[in-house]
């Protein structure tokens, strides 16, 4: 079993910024992925951002430029800076982790953006 902990959300102006953290613990032995989606109310839930396991990154078009993903040195954990927020980004974000190709999702932490 893999436990999926966020932490660091809260409530900030338009403009500032938060960083998110992530860690994973259990049964891990190889961990592929990690990524962070949000979901805002009324909608889907969308991938934020990624990184693989080699370091690679994506991240959505509207977090381009604002919003950083990293690995921890401990790689169980991921953080997602993020910078300029907008109250578009208010939203629950989640911390997914792929471990030997399942993924185990966390609670959310919500992220409050306002104008």
């Known amino acids: 079993q893999v436990q999926v902990v966020e932490s660091g959300g809260g409530a900030v102006q338009a403009g500032g910024s938060l960083r998110l953290s992530c860690a994973a613990s259990g049964s891990i032995f190889s961990i592929n992925a990690m990524a962070w989606y949000r979901q805002a109310p009324g909608k889907e839930r969308e991938l934020v951002a990624r990184?693989?396991?080699?370091?690679?990154?994506n991240y959505a078009d509207s977090v381009k430029g604002r919003f950083t993903v990293s690995r921890g040195s401990a790689k169980n954990t991921v953080y997602l800076q993020m910078n300029s927020l907008k109250p578009e980004d208010t939203a629950v974000y989640y911390c997914?982790?792929?471990?030997?190709?399942?993924?185990?999702r966390g609670q959310g932490t919500q992220v409050t953006v306002s104008s």
């Open positions: 997914n982790v792929n471990v030997a190709f399942v993924t185990y």
């Open positions: 990184i693989t396991s080699s370091g690679s990154t």
